[in-house]
T-cell receptor
Framework: DAKTTQPPSMDCAEGRAANLPCNHS???????VYWYRQIHSQGPQYIIH???NNETNEMASLIITEDRKSSTLILPHATLRDTAVYYC???????????FGTGTSLTVIP | GAVVSQHPSRVICKSGTSVKIECRSL??????MFWYRQFPKQSLMLMAT?????????EQGVEKDKFLINHASLTLSTLTVTSAHPEDSSFYIC???????????FGPGTRLTVT
């Protein structure tokens, strides 16, 4: 069962930062926050994950609030190719299953 | 990241026939593989989890006799949709996970159309 809440859709201007929020108020102490995205008719692509510290990689940054009840995925300079559905998932790092919620459909506008 | 392939990418079959979908981890050993189904404009729904050499564990509501899963090696899992019906038409996606990290790596998906 999905344990996250995300806005159904967002727009972002090309070149600007895209900030995608996720609520996970029932997250447990051993659960990580994962972000994936799915471009139309493709398999999901891993973006980033974290436990409690903020994380950054070549694709994005993940900001997790101190109480860990919410997080924000930041795409620093959105491009048209970032148009996709973005999924926030919580899961123990040694656990098995990912249960996908409804995600946020991000549209990057020229 | 690690690469997962699926074959075929799309398949059309007649109602009542069976169709097999292959999922391969190309550059890592997937101790666990997962199968998902996605209907248009909906999210991914987990169907089953399989560990290499073991029987698959199916999610509630998924018929194990209809969706046969085999995970005979660390790089290959197959999903066979038996006696397919038009309502089985969907996008089927597999993923693999190694034992050393939490990420799952997803295949590109297989579009099944049952006529």
């Amino acid at each position: 069962d999905a344990k996250t809440t995300q806005p159904p859709s967002m727009d972002c201007a090309e070149g600007r930062a895209a900030n995608l929020p996720c609520n996970h108020s029932t997250i447990s102490g051993n659960e990580y926050v994962y972000w994936y995205r799915q471009i139309h008719s493709q398999g999901p692509q891993y973006i980033i994950h974290g436990l409690k510290n903020n994380e950054t990689n070549e694709m994005a940054s993940l900001i997790i609030t101190e109480d860990r009840k919410s997080s924000t995925l930041i795409l620093p300079h959105a491009t048209l190719r970032d148009t996709a559905v973005y999924y926030c998932i919580v899961r123990p790092n040694t656990g098995n299953q990912f249960y996908f919620g409804t995600g946020t459909s991000l549209t990057v506008i020229p | 990241g690690a690469v997962v392939s699926q074959h075929p990418s799309r398949v059309i079959c007649k109602s009542g026939t069976s169709v097999k979908i292959e999922c391969r981890s190309l550059d890592f050993q997937a101790t666990t593989m997962f199968w998902y189904r996605q209907f248009p404009k909906q999210s991914l729904m987990l169907m089953a989890t399989s560990n290499e050499g073991s029987k698959a564990t199916y999610e509630q509501g998924v018929e194990k006799d209809k969706f046969l899963i085999n995970h005979a090696s660390l790089t290959l899992s197959t999903l066979t949709v038996t006696s397919a019906h038009p309502e089985d038409s969907s996008f089927y996606i597999c993923s693999g996970r190694t034992g050393r990290s939490g990420e799952q790596y997803f295949g590109p998906g297989t579009r099944l159309t049952v006529t």
